[in-house]
């Protein structure tokens, strides 16, 4: 048989019907002899070249499709996802019907009746231009999957025969379900999209079961040119083409007239954000990093699922906390002005134009909305955000910014006409100027048990600042590194009714060979026992402490909780917080005080699996604990924990237990010097969490400013939501320990070898009293 009498055969083979032999003589008759033998010759020359040349087979026999590595926390909300494509694979049994109408209606409405190829639009589309290329068009869902899988998206005669011939070979190994199946699930969306699934949680934040007839229609209307037709980028052509699928719905039976005219009405929201459970974006990227760090480039391409340790709740608990008090220092500290300023045009479409560039240099963070001022005045600012909505902000949302709205303000300060602001809505909708803040912030929990992490903020807003301030910010701790030196002082004969003196202190050795005179923030009160000292965090007393027991013996045993002691200095400013901690590392000391005495390592990932379901690996149980792996004796842990609740009783963190209303809550403040660094470290049952707020440039964040006011309060609104429900916990004495003038005190010290003052003078007359009450057993 002849190139020629076979490739009539194989071009003629699927016209079955009259009609098509009518349009194809008709085509033929126009092209004239000379030309069908050429086109045909052309056609059997490529068949040639094309047949030993098809790819293998099994990308579709075999289908794997690219899934991207997806985060969750332990109880199964999504976190995070990393991957060059956004896919959900569905069966095709869990698609809703109304999403398959809608795509067969405006993509292949006789998908279950044809072979594959529809020979009407290949042929009209192989003569329209032999010589520079067509207009792609007459593509069935088969050809297209041919095409998706398999080539590229060149226009020219030889790809068109390889997608035919591609066409029939998968209709001959595939049933028109498992075609399908392929199509919606491999398909480019826009956005990075991969098949609908995934294109529904994108565009409407919804699962496919949850798709109205609308929204179907809209997504069906994407394939024909996702970088334009998709809703994020181009609502008005995405719209008209919504409305053509709806019509062919309508034209097929498919939908009756009142369903057609219900969802053209039907206003749709569109994001053009992946929506995720839990605010936890730097948690996401340290998986991230370690699943990168294992596989590699599979790490984005084969559906991994990683499970942490993380509660959903108590992550977005910790996450609405730092915000929220972030927010209140950044108010407490005024309006700094506008973030930017653009003249805006006379003219509608440049007007929007220029609005929707200067708004992509200040993107949104979450509630802080950027808008730009469209219309001011002392009473009234109207301002346009990035979505179109005009934003009017009125009465108590103008207080802000009141300097700033005067005629007479600074022109760095004053909103006007084309300025870049902030505005911020409340639970009731009404709107408010903020701003966003420059000062950062972290906060992390963890279970004092097994180190497994429950909630980790890295900072105030990832897309602005990645630095992930919990594992990588290394600050002075000031004040809240004070429990370690009083732990050390404990195995020295110390306790906490030990009498030190509150007074002035003048050391050698400070800046120019002067002397160095420690202060407090509250003035000297005299003699005071180590636990009042502690609860009003008193630096003189430190001091004394420190020089008692030697800074070099300090230094070293706190290594016992994890600190680093290249990072803390041999001298009396180690017990000030004048060396450097991060916030992961002084959770996991002050875990050591809530367990009992026992390190902990933070675990963040539970465990991994394929995009099957199976594990691929697990942490292991934590082995049983012995005495033996105590880094602190479980006296000393208990005797701290004693003090450490009686700062939030009746000292610097005293607001922690006057506004939960427990009595289990432990922990401490920490200030460092001119007030760079504000610190809360603290626990109750085996929950352990640590904040600090700071600028990434350390200044001061105020003279008015402490742990007290900064850190501590984004700790209480994390534990309100943590403990909710929880008993109060108690701890009982271990062995070893006994109640002697009130308060504990190891049993080895209860005598005349324990320290009982420290730098205090006692009085005659108390000697003489202590004589007496010893002699008679008092």
Known sequence: MSILSSTVKFLALPLAAANYRKNLRRTLVALGVDGILAVLVLIGAMLITVLPSLPSFDVVTDYRPKI????????????GEFGDEHRDFTPIKDIPPVLKDALLAIEDSRFYDHSGVDYRGVLRALVADLSGGFHQGASTITMQVARTFFLSQE????RKLTEVVLAYRIESALSKDQILELYMNQIYLGQRTHGFASAARTYFQKRLPDLTLAEAAMLAGIPQNPAKRNPAVNPLRAKA???????????????TQAQFTEAVGQPLKISNTLRFEAHAEHVAEMVRQRVYAQYKGDAYTQGFNVYTTLDKAEQNAAYDSLRRNVLAYDQRHGYRGPEGFVDLPDNADDRDEAIDRILAKHPSSDNLISAVVTEVSAKRVLAEPASGDTIEIKGDGLRFATRALQPNARMDIRIR???VIRASQDNKGRWAISQMPEVDAAFVALNAENGSYRALVGGFEFSRNQFNHVTSAWRQPG???KPFVYSAALEKGYSPATLLNDAPLSLPGGEGGQAWEPRNDDGFDGPMSLRQALARSKNVI?????QAITPQYARDYLQRFG????KHPANLTLTLGSGSVTPLQMAGAYAVFANGGFPVTPQLIRKITDARGNVLWEAPPPPPREDAQRVIDERNAFIMDSMLREVTRSGTGAQASQRLGRSDLAGKTGTTSDAFDGWFAGYSGNVVAVAWMGYDQPKSLGNREFGATLALPIWIDYMRQTLAGKPITDRKPPPGVSFVDDDWVYDEFKGDDGVKTLDVEVSPLKSIFDTLRKAFGG
């Open 68 to 79: 991207p590595l997806r985060i969750y926390t332990a109880d199964g909300a999504l976190l």
């Open 155 to 158: 226009k020219t005669i030889k």
């Open 241 to 255: 083409r919504q409305e053509l699928v709806l019509k062919r719905m309508l034209q097929l039976g498919m939908i």
């Open 417 to 419: 006409v084309g300025s």
């Open 479 to 481: 004040s809240s590194i």
């Open 542 to 546: 430190a001091v004394r402490l420190l």
């Open 563 to 566: 600190f680093d002691a290249a």
